[in-house]
């Protein structure tokens, strides 16, 4: 069974560069794919980013790239999404995913697992 943690949520500035985890065990995260999510007040929840490790495949969303990055520690099954230049309309609770295949894709509803997600309040 696979269970994620994510951590490093708060409340930041206006061109804050906090980093989020995701901790992950019962699995090996080099075997999975894994999402970041994010939901917005009043919106619908919307890929951020995505990696697999296995295929050495990064995906980024418009709103965040040039500015947001994706890394995996394989040895402690963490995933990290280092926000750099955060504005406020990056506020949002954001979660990460797992599905047990080694893909690379921002679509909700394919993944298996998910963490309950640490929000990021982005202060003008």
């Known amino acids: 069974e696979v269970q994620l943690v994510e951590s490093g949520g708060g409340l930041v500035q206006a061109g804050g560069s906090p980093r989020l985890s995701c901790a992950a065990s019962?699995?090996?995260?080099?075997?999975?794919?894994i999402g970041w999510f994010r939901q917005a007040p009043g919106k619908e929840r919307e890929g951020v980013s995505c990696?697999?490790?296995?295929?050495?495949?990064?995906y980024y969303a418009d709103s965040v790239k040039g500015r947001f990055t994706i890394s995996t520690d394989n040895a402690k099954n963490t995933v990290y999404l280092q926000m750099n230049s955060l504005k406020p309309e990056d506020t949002a609770v954001y979660y990460c995913?797992?599905?047990?295949?080694?893909?690379?894709?921002?679509?909700?509803?394919?993944?298996?697992?998910w963490g309950r997600g640490t929000e990021v309040t982005v202060s003008p």
């Open positions: 995913a797992a599905i047990d295949r080694p893909i690379c894709v921002l679509r909700p509803m394919i993944y298996d697992y």
């Open positions: 019962g699995g090996t995260f080099d075997d999975y794919g």
């Open positions: 990696v697999s490790s296995t295929e050495g495949t990064t």
